[in-house]
């Protein structure tokens, strides 16, 4: 059964970074058949897609987070991740990983990033 | 961006009546190479991360129950539940993931009367 699993920092400072990472179990990120993704949900913007990326490394952002995102994964430990720069009280949210490059049919349980000082 | 419309944004229906949610997308969301509409729907409880019911508009996921049917084509999709049952209260999203950014709707939140 596939799995997914976010970790990271519940609380951030504004302008600070926030990583996130997805460790996956039951299936390999490195076989290639699928592609890994970020979203985000929150109150004022509902679910925002924030990207994706391929075990080659070759990825997929939102534009409007482009400048400040970088989705990156380690084939090795099975895990992909997120790092968000200059965050601010915008980008508090729940974020969750899931399975896929168009739909999404496996995905994390999600885990609540707070942008706060 | 491409703009997803949900309506209504609340439904309340009784149980085993039929529930009819809708979705609009602000350009066509069909592929005309392939003819599929690049559309899914999603199931939302509290608490819990979404869960994909239907892709290509009209496929139901694995597992998923059979009144559950997804319709449309271009810009005008529905979501059909058949027979309304008590474990289906959910907020249910619709995506589009024609271009990117995808781009999901604001969700239609499913009561029971």
């Known amino acids: 059964q596939v799995q997914l699993q976010e970790s990271g920092p519940g609380l951030v400072k504004p302008s600070e970074t926030m990583s996130l990472t997805c460790t996956v179990s039951g299936d390999s990120i490195r076989r290639g058949d699928h592609y890994w993704g970020w979203i985000r949900q929150s109150p004022g913007k509902g679910l925002e897609w924030i990207g994706y990326v391929y075990w080659t490394g070759s990825t997929s952002y939102n534009p409007s987070l482009k400048s400040r995102l970088t989705i990156s994964v380690a084939t090795s430990k099975n895990q992909f991740s997120l790092n968000l720069r200059s965050v601010t009280v915008a980008d508090t949210a729940v974020y969750y990983c899931?399975?896929?490059?168009?739909?999404?049919?496996?995905w994390g349980q999600g885990t609540l990033v707070t942008v706060s000082a | 961006d491409i703009v997803m419309t949900q309506s209504p944004d609340s439904l309340t229906v009784s149980l085993g009546e039929r529930a009819t949610l809708n979705c609009k997308s602000s350009?066509?969301?069909?592929?005309?190479?392939?003819?599929?509409?690049?559309l899914g729907w999603y199931q939302q409880k509290p608490g819990q991360p979404p869960k994909l019911l239907i892709y290509?508009?009209?496929t139901r996921e694995s597992g998923v129950p059979d009144r559950f049917s997804g319709s449309g084509s271009g810009t005008d999709f529905t979501l059909t539940i058949s027979s309304l049952q008590a474990e289906d209260v959910a907020v249910y999203y619709c995506?589009?993931?024609?271009?990117?950014?995808?781009?999901f709707g604001r969700g239609t939140k499913l009561e029971i009367k």
């Open positions: 290509w508009a009209s």
């Open positions: 899931a399975r896929g490059s168009l739909y999404f049919d496996y």
């Open positions: 350009q066509s969301l069909l592929y005309n190479s392939n003819n599929k509409n690049y």
């Open positions: 995506q589009q993931y024609y271009d990117t950014p995808h781009t």
